[in-house]
């Protein structure tokens, strides 16, 4: 039954993607995802550089593109014409490497013809970047191996994807140790009824399959990662009659989150942490999600965590990392948060924030994703 309903979702994901839409303007939508914080300017160069016809196919609803990139293996899951993967195989380099995965051909076409013409470019003498043409959920069938990825991204796809744990499973597998998913998804309010998961367009608007937000801890702390890490977020408002009758009361926020694959256990210390300020364009200071940000010289005290993703991840060499002494209350297993303070719900970041984006405009043929306007 599952495997039928799976597939069932496959086909009508890749029509919506390789047939209806032909480019960001066939949607009909007004969303428009801005990041809240500006977008430092090596990442809008990267992005400038990006040829049209991939640009012109970007469905994406965040902006996935870390900091510290430089020699890194990345993996985009759901990578469609590959505009993300464009952008980061110039920042990785030559020595590092991108892969794109994705399930519907025509958009794994667009991405590949376009290989020649970035490293071209970047002036990069072997190509950086692979596209391949497959399921998110069976990494290891396409060939990807375990312990493989420093980081993986992924923009507004695994709200399309009907078993989430198994595509997170799969992340788990092939990161490294210390490495971070980093993706942007469109989250739920509240667990969705059947009848707005079965609505075929809320589905491929990227809502009806949106992840109940408070399921992703869940599901990160099931499969072993740590706690997700908050970075951005946006409401986002149905503004089409038909679909917000079956919405009800639910809404809806595209959020992007950074999950780590650390030790199982981190000390139950504080720590004082000092960031050397060391990493391109963010030298005065890296804003590492909406909790924490670290000015160059400028100790701050963090709970076991934060100091053990730091140091475990490739952000080690640019941090003094030094316990305080001072005990936790609780075990510092890698699963609870470490102050009541700590924001990590991305309805109430957005309300903060003042985020706010329309979606679904009257054409109920609309689709989620559209960031045209913005980055
Ligand atoms: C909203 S688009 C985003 C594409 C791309 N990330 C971007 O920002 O332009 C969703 C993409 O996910 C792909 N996709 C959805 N489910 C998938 C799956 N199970 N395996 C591989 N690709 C999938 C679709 O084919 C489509 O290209």
Redesign the pocket.
Known sequence: MAALRDAKI?KD??DY??QVLKKSEDLQTNACVTPARPVPKYIREALQNVHEEVTL?????GL?IPEHLKNCWIL??????G??CYAVSQLVGEMGHVTG????ES?VEVAKKYIGYHMNKYGFQIPNVTFIH????KLGEAGIKSDSYDIVI????VN??PDKQQ?LQEVYRVLKHGGELYFSDIYASLELPEETRKHKILWGE?LGGALYWKDLAILAQKIGFCPPRLVDAHVITVQNKELESVIGDCRFVSATFRLFKLPKTVPAKRYQVIYNGGITGHEEELVFDTNFTFKEGESVEVGGETAAILENSRFAQHFLITPVGEKLPTPGECTVSESKDIITDPFKLAEKLGNWTSRCSSNAAS???STKKSC
């Open positions: 496959h994901v890749q993607y390789g196919r970007y469905y994406g609803c996935v985009d899951l759901g990578s469609g014409s505009r993300d995965i994705d399930m519907t958009q497959g399921y998110i959920e992924s923009n507004c796809v399309l994807v595509v990227c689709s989620c994703c």
